[in-house]
C-alpha cells in the first residue's frame, strides 16, 4: 500500500489501522470492479432467452431452489464481492419497477462493463466513458420510443396480452404450459385492472401453490383460497351465499392492556366470576349470530368452549387467518374487518355466493375455497405441481408475467422481442456515434456493442453460430429498415418477430437500458477501494 | 486478470459439465438405492435413526426410505421430493417414480455425452410423456358401473399394492380388509375415518377389520365394562379445575377456612359440571381433556363410563362413527346430538384391554387391528396397508385401472418408440431414450427377483408387438405370463402420476446448468 512519509521516514496515517487494510487504486480499482461486474454477468448470461438453462441454488439451510429468474438467482447467491452487489441491487430494482427483464439487465451491465475495459486499456478516462454511455442511453432511450407500436386491446380482444405474457413465460421451465399459464395471468390482471386509472394493483392478485396434481391443473379462482380448514370438524363444510364476520378479535375472555388483577376471595365473587366468563362467550357467538352472519373468519384462535358454541349455534369460524389474506377477504367479499364484537353491524358482513372446504391427496390438507364473491377483484391463481421447486419456480414466473400484463395496462406499448430491439438500438446508436466530435464517440460506439452482445447470447443459448446470425440478422434489419428481425431462438424458420408474436414491453425495455447503464456509470466513477483484509 | 472473489468462503460454484455430472451422479445414485426395493421380490432396506436411542426401522417404502436419508446433493433432494409428493397424493408409487426419474437421467447422461443439447432432449421427454400418457389412456379399463367387478377390481389392485411387502404372505386377507375398510368410506379420501391400531403378538394372519370403533383405553375404576344401547357424550373440556378464563384473576384469601371455602366452591363448580353433563340422558362421556379422580368418581356414582384422554383423532373419529358432536358446553342439552351405538364393552386383544364401540349409527369409520410378533414388523404393515388404503381410496374416485406386471411400462414402451421412429430431428433420439428408461422398470423387477432380465423383457417386447396383449411379468413363475388371468391390476392414477412427475423432475434437473451451494449457516454451538 502507498504510504506518504513525513520528513523524518514517519508514516502518515490517515485511514484508521491503516496497515490492516488492503486499498485498490486507479485502473486497478476499476479494472477489478469490472471483472467482479462481469463474473456475476456471466452466470446469467446462459439463463437468458427461451433456451436458456437454470441454475440449482443450495441456500445456508441446505433447501433448493431451481431458477430461472435473474433477480431470484442473484438473490440467492449470498455474494460477498461489493461489486457484485451492485449488480444484485441492479437486478432487484428492475424486479420491482418492472418484474421482468432481471435476466437481461444483468447481461447488458456486463457487457457494457466489458467494453468499458477495453476503452480504459486504450487510456480513454473512466468519466468520459461514462458520459458516452449516459449520451448513448438516451440516443437509445428514443429510438426504442420510435420503434415502439401501439396495440390495442380491451376486455374482449386479450390476445395481444396473451402473447406478450407467453414471450415471457417462454424462457421458463413451465414453458410447457405457458398458453394456458398466460391465459389466467392475463385474465388475473384484467379482474383486477382499473382499465379507467390504467391501473393494476397486483396485491390483489394471491398466487397459492400446492404440491401434487399436475401443472395443468393450475387455475384461476374468483375469489380467495385460504390454507384453513374449519375450526371445528362437524362444522357444514360448504356454506351457499355466506354472509362473512371479518374479525379481528379472539373468541376468548378479553385481556385489557392495562395491568389488572381481579381478586377473588369469597365463595361468591368465584362463582359470580364463572358466570361472567360463560355469559362473555355467549354473548360474543350471540352478537354475530345476531347480525345475520353465516361465517365467521377471524385472525385469532378460539377458546374450546366458544369453538363449541359456535358450532352448536350452526356458525361455521374459521380461525388463525393471516393479515394479509383477512384483507384480500375483506376486499373481494366486499366486508369489513371488525376489530370489537361490539362493532358487528349487518352492513359490515362480507358476502359470498360460495364457501367450501376441499380436501387434497391423501394427507388431510384441507383449503377453503371462498368464491362468487360480491366484488371480484380479488382473485386467487391456484398453482399445482409435481413438486415443491416446482411450484415455487412456477409461483416466480406466473409473478413475471402478472408484472408484464400490469406494465401493458400502464402503457400498451410494445417493442420486438428476441434481441430484436437491442439490435435496432444499436445501429442506431452506431450511426449517432460518429456525430459526436469528443472522445465520447467511442464510448458511444462501444455502448452500440455492448446492446449486440444480448442477441448474442440469445443466439448461444438456442445453438446457434452467435456471430454468424447476428451479423444476419443486423444486415436484414439495416437492409429492409425493419426494427422486427430477431433471433431465431425457437429454431421456426423465420427472423420475423411479428410473425413469432414474440414481443416485451416499451417501459421493461427502457428500464433496462437506463438502470444498467446507470449502474455501470456508477462502477466506473469507483477509484479507490478500501476494504478491510482478512485476517 | 483474476476475478475478485465474488462468494463468500465455503460457497461453491459449479458450472456446465461439471453440474450437470454432479446432478446426474446425485439422482442416479439415489435412483439406485431403492432400486432394489422395487417389485414383489423386492428387498427391505434397515434405517437406523441417528437420534437417542438409535431406533431402527425396517422397511420396502420408498417414501419413507428417502426421507429418512440426510441427503447433500441437490438433485438427490428434487427426487426426495417427488416421492414425497407422491405419498401425499396418491401413496403408492413412491419407488418407481424415483426409479423412473433415475433411469430418465441416466439416458439423459448418455445423450448428452453424445453431445446433444439439453434442450433438445427436454422437449424429446416432453413428447414422450405425452405419448405414453396417451398410450395408457386408451388402455385403461373403467368397471365404475358393474359394482360386483369394480369390487373385484379393487381387490386386485390391492392385493398388487400388497405383494410387494412384508404382508404379501397374507395379501388376500389384508387385501380383503383393506377393500372392505375402503368400501366403507363411501367415495370419500378421508382415510382418517378408518384406524389401525397396532398391537404386538400373535401373528399377521390374525390382524382383523373391526366394523365398531375401538378406542385404545381403559375404562374408569368402579365404572360399568359394558353398556348396551349407549348414549354416548363426547366432549372437548377441561374435566380438573376448570380454570376462571378471564384474564388477570386470581385468588387471595386471608384464612384457612377462607381457603376450604374455596375449594368448596371449585367442588361445587364441578359437581354441577358434571350433573349438567349426567342431564344429557348420558351412559358414556368421553372426553379428550383429563379427567380428574372427583368428577371420575362422581360418574362413577351416576353409573356412567367415563373414559379420559382420548386424543385429538381418537375424538374426532368417534364423533364420526357414532353420530354424535363434540361438546365443550352443557348448558341446553337439548340440543346437543348425542352420539349412540349398541354395545360398549372392554375387550382383549392379547394383553390390553381395550374399549370396542359397536353396532355404531353410522357405519363410515371402522378400525383394523394389526397383529404382529413385533413392533417393526407391525410399522411396516401399517406403512404397507396405508399404501394400500391410499390407493383404493384414490381408486374409488378414479376408477380407471390397468394391468400391472410391468404391462403399462410395456405398452407405454411400445407407443413412444413407434412415437420415435416417426419423429424427424434429433428429438427422435430422447424419444427413444424415453421408451428405454421406461423398459428398466420391468427390467428391474425381473432382476430383483432373481430372473434373467434380458430373456423375459425381449419376450415381453414380442408378446407386445400384437395389439391388445395383457403379457406382463410373472414373477411368482418366473416368465411372461397373462396379467389379466392373473388378476394383476394397478392404479391408473398412480401410474400417472409417476410417469409426469418423473419427467418433471428429470426436466428440471436437466434444465440446471449451474449449481450454486451457499455457505452452511454457522451453528451457535460450535462443536
Redesign the interface.
Known amino acids: 500500500m502507498a504510504l506518504a512519509f513525513d520528513e523524518f521516514g514517519r508514516p502518515f496515517i490517515i485511514i484508521k489501522e491503516q496497515e490492516s487494510k488492503t486499498r485498490l487504486r486507479g485502473l486497478d480499482a476499476q479494472k477489478a470492479n469490472i471483472a467482479a461486474g462481469k463474473a456475476v454477468a456471466r452466470i446469467l448470461r446462459t439463463s437468458l432467452g427461451p433456451k436458456g438453462m437454470d441454475k440449482m441454488l443450495q441456500s445456508p439451510d441446505g433447501d433448493i431452489t431451481i431458477t430461472n429468474d435473474g433477480a431470484t438467482i442473484l438473490e440467492q447467491m449470498d455474494v460477498d464481492n461489493q461489486i457484485a452487489k451492485l449488480m444484485v441491487e441492479l437486478s432487484r430494482s428492475q424486479d420491482y419497477e418492472i418484474g421482468d427483464g432481471t435476466t437481461g439487465v444483468v447481461v447488458m451491465a456486463g457487457a457494457l462493463l466489458e467494453q468499458a475495459e477495453r476503452l480504459l486499456e486504450r487510456g480513454i478516462h473512466p468519466i468520459r466513458i461514462a458520459e458516452g454511455y449516459e449520451m448513448a442511453s438516451r440516443i437509445a432511450y428514443e429510438h426504442l420510443e420510435r420503434i415502439a407500436q401501439k396495440f390495442e386491446f380491451d376486455a374482449t380482444n386479450t390476445e395481444p396480452l396473451i402473447q406478450t405474457c407467453m414471450t415471457t413465460l417462454s424462457s421458463k421451465i413451465v414453458n410447457r404450459c405457458k398458453r394456458s399459464l398466460a391465459e389466467i395471468a392475463v385474465k388475473a390482471v384484467l379482474a383486477v385492472a382499473d382499465l379507467e386509472r390504467r391501473d393494476v394493483n397486483l396485491d390483489l392478485i394471491k398466487v397459492e401453490g400446492k404440491v401434487g396434481g399436475k401443472l395443468e391443473d393450475t387455475e384461476l379462482i374468483y375469489g380467495i383460497i385460504v390454507d384453513k380448514d374449519m375450526s371445528h370438524p362437524q362444522m357444514p363444510k360448504e356454506i351457499q351465499d355466506a354472509k362473512i364476520a371479518i374479525l379481528t378479535c379472539p373468541f376468548e375472555p378479553p385481556k385489557p392492556k392495562t395491568k389488572h388483577k381481579v381478586d377473588i376471595d369469597t365463595v361468591e365473587k368465584f362463582q359470580t366470576l364463572r358466570q361472567q366468563e360463560q355469559k362473555y362467550f355467549d354473548d360474543m357467538v350471540q352478537k354475530c349470530k345476531d347480525v345475520g352472519a353465516t361465517l365467521v373468519i377471524c385472525q385469532w384462535g378460539f377458546d374450546d368452549e366458544a369453538n363449541h358454541l359456535l358450532m352448536h349455534r350452526n356458525l361455521p369460524a374459521v380461525r388463525w387467518v393471516g393479515g394479509v389474506e383477512l384483507e384480500l377477504i375483506a376486499i373481494a367479499t366486499g366486508g369489513r374487518i371488525v376489530p370489537r364484537f361490539q362493532e358487528l353491524t349487518p352492513e359490515k358482513l362480507g358476502r359470498a355466493g360460495l364457501v367450501r372446504e376441499k380436501a387434497f391427496g391423501t394427507t388431510k390438507d384441507r383449503m377453503i375455497y371462498i368464491e362468487h364473491c360480491a366484488n371480484s377483484r380479488a382473485v386467487t391463481i391456484f398453482i399445482r405441481g409435481g413438486n415443491k421447486m416446482m411450484i415455487e419456480e412456477t409461483k416466480r414466473s406466473i409473478h413475471d408475467a402478472l408484472c408484464v400484463a400490469r406494465n401493458l395496462i400502464r402503457n400498451n406499448s410494445i417493442v420486438y422481442g428476441g434481441g430484436a430491439a437491442e439490435i435496432s438500438c444499436s445501429i442506431a446508436v452506431e450511426a449517432a456515434a460518429d456525430k459526436y466530435p469528443g472522445v465520447e464517440q467511442y464510448a458511444i460506439r462501444a455502448f452500440a456493442d455492448a446492446l449486440d452482445s444480448v442477441p448474442m447470447a440469445l443466439a448461444e443459448n438456442s445453438g446457434l453460430q452467435p456471430i454468424e446470425t447476428l451479423s444476419a440478422v443486423k444486415s436484414q434489419q439495416i437492409k429492409e429498415n425493419n426494427p422486427w428481425c430477431g433471433i431465431d431462438c425457437n429454431d421456426v424458420g423465420t427472423n420475423d418477430m411479428r410473425e413469432q408474436n414474440v414481443f416485451e414491453t416499451l417501459i421493461g425495455k427502457q428500464q433496462q437500458m437506463l438502470l444498467a447503464t446507470q449502474v455501470v456509470k456508477m462502477i466506473l466513477k469507483i477509484d479507490d477501494v478500501i476494504s478491510p483484509s482478512d485476517y | 486478470?483474476?476475478?475478485?472473489?465474488?462468494?463468500?468462503?465455503e460457497?461453491t460454484e459449479e458450472k456446465g459439465e461439471r453440474?450437470r455430472m454432479a446432478?446426474f451422479i446425485g439422482a442416479m445414485a439415489i435412483a439406485d438405492l431403492v432400486k432394489t426395493t422395487l417389485g414383489p421380490k423386492g428387498m427391505d432396506k434397515i434405517l437406523q435413526s441417528t437420534g437417542r436411542g438409535r431406533s431402527v426401522t425396517v422397511t420396502n417404502d420408498g417414501a419413507t426410505i428417502l426421507k429418512s436419508l440426510h441427503i447433500?446433493n441437490?438433485?438427490a433432494?428434487?427426487l426426495v421430493?417427488?416421492s414425497k409428493?407422491q405419498?401425499?397424493?396418491?401413496?403408492d408409487g413412491t419407488t418407481s417414480v424415483v426409479v423412473l426419474a433415475g433411469e430418465l437421467l441416466r439416458e439423459a447422461e448418455k445423450l448428452v455425452n453424445a453431445k446433444i443439447?439439453?434442450?433438445t432432449i427436454i422437449s424429446g421427454y416432453?413428447v414422450a410423456a405425452e405419448c405414453a400418457r396417451n398410450a395408457l389412456l386408451e388402455k385403461v379399463v373403467d368397471n365404475k358401473q358393474d359394482a360386483e367387478k369394480f369390487k373385484s377390481d379393487l381387490m386386485k389392485i390391492a392385493m398388487t399394492t400388497l405383494s410387494s411387502k412384508i404382508l404379501s404372505q397374507d395379501k388376500e386377507h389384508f387385501a380383503k380388509l383393506a377393500v372392505d375398510a375402503v368400501m366403507r368410506l363411501k367415495g370419500s379420501?378421508?382415510?382418517?375415518a378408518i384406524q389401525i391400531i397396532k398391537k404386538p403378538g400373535g401373528s399377521l394372519k390374525d390382524s382383523f377389520l373391526d366394523e365398531g370403533f375401538i378406542l385404545d383405553k381403559k375404562i374408569g375404576i368402579g365404572q360399568p365394562k359394558r353398556i348396551e344401547n349407549a348414549k354416548i357424550l363426547v366432549a372437548?373440556?377441561?374435566m380438573d379445575t376448570d380454570k376462571?378464563?378471564?384474564?388477570?384473576?386470581?385468588?387471595?384469601?386471608?384464612s384457612m377456612s377462607?381457603v376450604a371455602?374455596?375449594e368448596?366452591?371449585?367442588k361445587e363448580?364441578m359437581r354441577e359440571k358434571v350433573q349438567k353433563i349426567i342431564a344429557h340422558g348420558i351412559n358414556c362421556f368421553v372426553n379428550r381433556q383429563l379427567i380428574y379422580n372427583f368428577p371420575e368418581e362422581l360418574f362413577a356414582d351416576a353409573g356412567v363410563l367415563a373414559i379420559e384422554h382420548a386424543d385429538f383423532d381418537g375424538i374426532?373419529r368417534l364423533?364420526l362413527v357414532t353420530g354424535g358432536?363434540?361438546?365443550?358446553?352443557f348448558?341446553?342439552p337439548e340440543?346437543?346430538k348425542l352420539g349412540q351405538c349398541k354395545l360398549i364393552e372392554e375387550i382383549m386383544i392379547g394383553e390390553d384391554k381395550l374399549i370396542h364401540f359397536s353396532g355404531c349409527e353410522m357405519g363410515q369409520a371402522c378400525t383394523i387391528v394389526l397383529r404382529g410378533a413385533s413392533s417393526h414388523v407391525l410399522d411396516e404393515a401399517e406403512r404397507s396397508l396405508h399404501d394400500a388404503l391410499?390407493v383404493l381410496?384414490?381408486t374409488v374416485n378414479d376408477s380407471r385401472v390397468l394391468f400391472g406386471g410391468g404391462w403399462p411400462e410395456m405398452v407405454m414402451a411400445k407407443a413412444v418408440d413407434e412415437l420415435a421412429r416417426k419423429t424427424p430431428g434429433k428429438k427422435s433420439h430422447a424419444i427413444e431414450a424415453f421408451s428405454r428408461a421406461l423398459l428398466a422398470i420391468p427390467t428391474i423387477i425381473a432382476d430383483n427377483a432373481g430372473l434373467d432380465s434380458a430373456e423375459l423383457v425381449s419376450q415381453l417386447r414380442a408378446e407386445h408387438h400384437e395389439e391388445g396383449s395383457a403379457a406382463g411379468i410373472d414373477v411368482i413363475s418366473g416368465s411372461v405370463g397373462d396379467m389379466a388371468e392373473l388378476g394383476i391390476s394397478e392404479a391408473f392414477k398412480v401410474k400417472q402420476a409417476v410417469l409426469?412427475?418423473a419427467t418433471?423432475?428429470a426436466?428440471?434437473i436437466l434444465?440446471?446448468?449451474?449449481?450454486?451451494?451457499?455457505?452452511?449457516?454457522r451453528r451457535e454451538d460450535r462443536m
Open positions: 486478470m483474476a476475478v475478485e472473489k465474488l462468494f463468500k468462503d460457497a453440474a446432478s447433500d441437490p438433485a433432494k428434487v421430493d417427488i409428493v405419498d401425499d397424493e396418491v401413496g443439447h439439453p434442450m416432453r379420501t378421508n382415510l382418517e372437548n373440556t377441561a376462571v378464563k378471564i384474564y388477570g384473576a386470581r385468588v387471595r384469601v386471608d377462607k371455602e374455596i368448596g366452591a371449585e363448580k374426532e364423533a358432536e363434540i361438546a365443550s358446553t348448558d341446553n340440543s346437543v391410499c381410496s384414490q409426469l412427475s418433471e423432475a426436466e428440471m434444465r440446471v446448468d449451474e449449481i450454486i451451494t451457499c455457505a452452511p449457516r
